[in-house]
């Protein structure tokens, strides 16, 4: 379970409830998160700051961390099942797809 929390992600597990890792880098309210599907290891989160960070949670580190890529917040993400792509929201209506594939 990924739980936006702040200025960072909690991984939680459903089980226990145990806190797995915390994701730092963003610089202002992750508005959401979700598992890669191609890759359950990886996590997608989004922000306020107007980037996309994506986390190794086996490494607990950054796989990729965008730079500023709009003029608006991100408000929404949606991940293709069982691709690598996934769709940003943003605030001023439009909607961004990226590949993901490394």
Excluded at 22 to 38: I, K, P, W, Y
Excluded at 71 to 96: M, N, Q, W, Y
Aim: aromatic share 6%; net charge neutral; glycine share 8%.
């Amino acid at each position: 379970l990924a739980v936006c929390v702040d200025h960072y992600t909690l991984i939680v597990s459903c089980c226990s409830g145990k806190v797995l890792a915390r994701l730092e880098g963003h610089n202002a309210t992750v508005t959401s998160a979700a598992f890669r599907n191609d890759n359950p290891d990886s996590v997608i989160t989004i922000g306020e700051d107007r980037r996309f960070i994506v986390y190794d949670l086996k490494a607990a580190s950054i796989l990729y961390g965008s730079c500023i890529v709009s003029s608006s917040p991100f408000i929404s993400l949606a991940t293709e099942e069982g691709g690598c792509r996934c769709a940003i929201g943003t605030s001023d209506g439009k909607v961004r797809v990226y590949n993901l594939a490394t």
